[in-house]
Structures are given as C-alpha cells and as structure tokens.
C-alpha cells in the first residue's frame, strides 16, 4: 500500500535562520502532494501543494520541492518565526494507489524554533 | 462561517461504552472524512462520504459507523469503546474529491477509553 515516511521526527532552528522539512514517499503513481501544519491542540491546515508535473511551487514564505526520480519532495520555509513552531506533514492522495479517496499522511516533523 | 465544528472536545469512555462524536459544516462541501491521530503518528482515515447518503470505508475502519443523512453532519459512531479507540480524533471536508482538495480540519475530540 501507500506509505509516506519521513527524514526527521524533530527539527531545530534558530529564528530567522530558513527550514527545510523532508518527505519521501512509496509510489510512483502518487500525482498529488500537500503539506499541513499542525499547531499544538488544532486540527491540521493546509499549507501548500504541488502536482507531479510541477518541480517547484513558492506560496508565502514556503516552497515546496518535488523530485519524483528519487519520490522525495520537501518544504522550506524561509526566515523562521516563532508562529512557525508546529508539526508539519506531507501527505499523498490514495487514490493514486487505487485506495480510498482520503490522504495518506506521514508521522509528522516537530519544528521547534529556538530564539 | 464556523468552518468545520466537532464536539464534544474531550470524551472519557469505559471499555464496551458507546458513544457519538459529532462533526459539522457550513461550507457546502460535498466531501466530509473522519481521521484519528496516535501519538507520534500520522493521520489516518477511518470512513468518509463523497454526499449526502454515501458512505465508504477508509484504511481502519473496524469499531467504527457512520452516516451523512444530511450535507451538513458527519456523526462518527463507536458501538462498543475499546482502549484501542483511544486516539484523537478528527473531521476534515473539502468542496470536491478528498484526494485532490484541500482539507479543512476541524478541532479535533480528544477520546480515551478506560
């Protein structure tokens, strides 16, 4: 089945510095990739995505990189805040697989930032 | 708009308990889900709906039921309460497809089972 694993459970960076927060993800048929933030104690928001025909997109502050030779994409997010501390998933549709129509998610890099 | 609203916000159960978790939402979404969150994992999907009368399973849908009898709500059922149902739990809904919209999150039911 689907599997979306990930680089690293946490990660810390000192504010203002930029965060780069990996993924990688099983299968090649995946056409669809989204990143969430997750506050403490909130539901999941959605960030940014980027389709397999896309190498690149650039939101506010985050890029999302997308290198499907070796199915692996990550998020940056340049000059670090506080507001920024969070959990951050990447998640790849199901459907792709011949699932069900939801998202498979990974575990989650806890991004702390040190003042 | 509320956005997507879920109570209650914390839930205690005893093992063989059953019990509601509500979910609703004032977007017009046709797509409404329901994932739980383990410690240190990642979201997984129990069961979501495409519309009103539609329901489907998702990756662990076992101790769990659901209905859509309106475009509104999605009430997530345990019949029985394990402790393996201790988890948080979360709806989420989108204007088309879960796979290819973005999905809005509601607050989340925080659920133990004794």
């Known amino acids: 089945g689907e599997s979306v694993g990930l680089h690293l459970p946490t990660l810390s960076v000192q504010e203002g510095d930029n965060s780069i927060i990996n993924c990688a993800y099983s299968?090649?048929?995946?056409?669809?990739f989204i990143w969430y933030k997750q506050e403490s104690g909130k539901g999941p928001q959605f960030i940014i995505d980027?389709?397999?025909?896309?190498d690149k997109r650039q939101g506010q502050r985050v890029t999302v990189l997308l290198n499907k030779t070796v199915k692996h994409l990550s998020l940056q997010i340049a000059a670090t805040q506080p507001g920024d501390s969070a959990v951050y998933f990447c998640a790849v549709p199901m459907y792709s697989g011949g699932g069900a129509d939801g998202l498979t998610f990974g575990k989650g890099t806890h991004l702390i930032i040190q003042p | 708009n509320a956005g997507v609203t879920q109570t209650p916000k914390f839930q205690v159960l005893k093992t063989g308990q059953s019990m509601t978790l509500q979910c609703a939402q004032d977007?017009?979404?046709?797509?409404m889900s329901w994932y739980r969150q383990d410690p240190g994992m990642g979201l997984r999907l129990i069961h979501y709906s495409v519309g009103a009368g539609i329901t489907d399973q998702g990756e662990v849908p076992n101790g769990y039921n659901v209905s859509r009898s309106t475009t509104e709500d999605f009430p997530l059922r345990l019949l029985s309460a394990a402790p393996s149902q201790t988890s948080v739990y979360f709806c989420?809904?989108?204007f088309g497809p879960g796979s290819y919209n973005e999905q809005f999150f509601g607050p989340g039911t925080r659920l133990t089972v004794l």
């Open positions: 989420a809904s989108s």
């Open positions: 977007m017009n979404h046709e797509y």
């Open positions: 299968n090649s048929a995946s056409d669809y």
């Open positions: 980027i389709r397999s025909n896309m």
